[in-house]
């Protein structure tokens, strides 16, 4: 007799069924795990049996085979002992067959016999949602898999004995409850966010931060030490809408896979800011694994670069493709994998190394040299690419001591949530379902929703002569005219809204 017991592998964000089979039959007592596993895999037949011994069952003296089918797919990660475990328990007598029939197993394996949390639950349960099937997972895990669905049926045990009790109808497992995507969200990111009104002087910076939140658009901020580009960045994630239902499922895949879901799904974009120290498999993804990386993990959200030229150059490169696709291939010897990776970049960096390039008495005695060299590390493909670029200049500390704050974060969101809802409906009506933002708005469909009047027009070709703007970059000019045009409630596009995009565009790099 064989047992089989489903689970999944996973490539990207996606999760492939896999069939664990399992077989006791005579020969040398053995343990043999077959099917591609990696080094996590093959060592769970060592915590296996250390669980069935915390429980007083003791593996036969038999040749236990357990393959893991297909057998030409790489199996990675610990979520593998669970169904390996069960399978042992049916090929032993111990449950019967039935009791794992239409349900998908994954959980990691304590030596005490109790179930610890895995990655990557959430795409199983959809997985297994999908095919009409139930979840075993363990119970810390257990609010993550019910988000899949509400009729997916999901049996939690906290270890393998209590699922061994439910299975001869000893005791029954109570259904996990479905936490409030709010509060999880706020009991997952419990961090204060910064307001707005906090914000002393800086207008045209605030001004810019709420037209880039309002469309979507990636912000270069250019200014001195301590001029506040950091805490504009931080109050972004403060005026941005909610994530909707299917941009929180999005984003939480990510989070999933990436072990880094906690209990439930959260309703707040995700704001990520690596250090400038990070490597490209850290950026974009990879490792031994091919793991999403930062610009996965801010999928739907924000990803913030301070010291922007700090970053390796191959870090920054790394950039240009996902900026332009919103995903990123991931390719390694033993895995090629894609993420989703539409985010929104904010760029921070110091107009040159001392920081003090316009301050005479603080500037090195290596200006103006030293400002086109430090400059020069951003490529200019990468910059085109970067839709508003905006000076932030010094700030007099003790003129802004007596001054009081601007708008808070809150009036400042209900202008971006309104603006973003004209877009969803402009792009619901033109049967654009996909498009969220004028930022990610193509190229063809710009004449249909951005037109212009005579002056706004004669004004965009005049700048695109005198800027020498590319096809990109003239793309980008109208898309943030649209959205300043979406704020102000316009659905023409007029020669203000065109001049405030085209200074966005104007910030003079050393080259």
Avoid at 385 to 393: A, C, G
Avoid at 471 to 484: P, Q
């Amino acid at each position: 007799m064989v047992a089989h017991v489903k689970t999944v592998a996973f490539e990207g964000v996606e999760a492939i069924p896999v069939d664990v089979q399992v077989q006791i039959g005579a020969g040398l007592p053995a343990f043999t795990v077959v099917g591609l596993p990696d080094k996590a895999v093959a060592e769970s037949r060592e915590r296996v049996r250390a669980a069935l011994a915390s429980i007083g069952l003791a593996l036969p003296a038999k040749k236990i085979i357990v393959n893991l089918a297909p057998a030409d797919l790489v199996k990675e990660g610990s979520h593998f002992d669970l169904p390996i475990a069960l399978g042992v328990l049916v090929g032993m007598g111990v449950i019967p067959q039935d009791a794992v029939n239409g349900y998908v197993a994954l959980g990691e394996l304590s030596l005490d016999g109790s179930l610890l949390s895995v990655a990557g639950v959430l795409p199983a349960a959809l997985l297994a949602s999908s095919e009409g099937e139930g979840v075993i997972c363990p119970e810390a895990s257990g609010n993550e898999a019910v988000w899949a669905g509400a009729q997916l049926d999901v049996l939690a045990p906290p270890t393998l004995l209590a699922f061994i009790n439910h299975a001869k109808g000893r005791q029954v497992l109570s259904p996990p409850t479905q936490p409030d995507a709010l509060s999880s969200a706020h009991a997952h990111q419990s961090m204060r966010l910064p307001d707005m009104k906090e914000i002393r002087g800086q207008h045209a910076a605030r001004r810019a931060l709420e037209v880039a939140a309002a469309g979507g658009h990636n912000l270069l901020m250019v200014g001195p030490p301590g001029a506040g580009k950091s805490m504009l960045a931080s109050c972004l994630p403060g005026i941005l809408p909610p994530l909707s239902p299917q941009e929180m499922l999005e984003s939480s895949l990510v989070a999933s896979v990436a072990g880094r879901l906690q209990g439930g799904l959260s309703s707040r974009r995700p704001y990520r800011d690596p250090h400038h120290s990070s490597s490209t498999a850290a950026m974009v993804g990879g490792g031994r694994k091919a793991l999403p990386g930062e610009i996965s993990l801010s999928h739907r959200g924000v990803l913030f670069l301070d010291e922007f030229p700090e970053f390796p150059r191959a870090v920054l490169e790394s950039l240009r493709q996902p900026l332009e696709t919103g995903r990123v291939s991931v390719a390694r010897a033993q895995a090629h994998v894609t993420y989703p990776a539409d985010f929104q970049l904010v760029a921070a960096m110091n107009p040159c190394r001392c920081g003090y390039l316009d301050d005479a008495g603080r500037a090195c005695n290596k200006a103006p040299r030293c400002a086109v060299d430090y400059q020069g590390k951003i490529s200019g493909p990468l910059l085109d690419r970067i839709d508003i670029h905006i000076e932030v200049p010094a700030v007099d500390t003790l003129s802004m001591l007596g001054e009081g704050g601007g708008e808070a974060s809150s009036a400042v969101g209900e202008r971006v949530a309104q603006a973003r809802e004209v877009q969803l409906r402009r792009y619901g009506r033109l049967n654009m379902p996909q498009i969220r933002t004028n930022a990610s708005v193509s190229g063809d469909a710009l004449s249909e929703i951005a037109p212009l009047d005579e002056e706004a027009k004669a004004l965009l070709e005049e700048a695109t002569r005198h800027l020498q703007l590319s096809m990109r970059g003239y793309t980008r000019v109208l898309r943030v005219a649209r959205t300043i045009a979406d704020l102000a409630g316009a659905e023409t596009i007029a020669k203000p809204h065109v001049a405030e995009a085209v200074t966005y565009r104007q910030l003079s790099f050393g080259r």
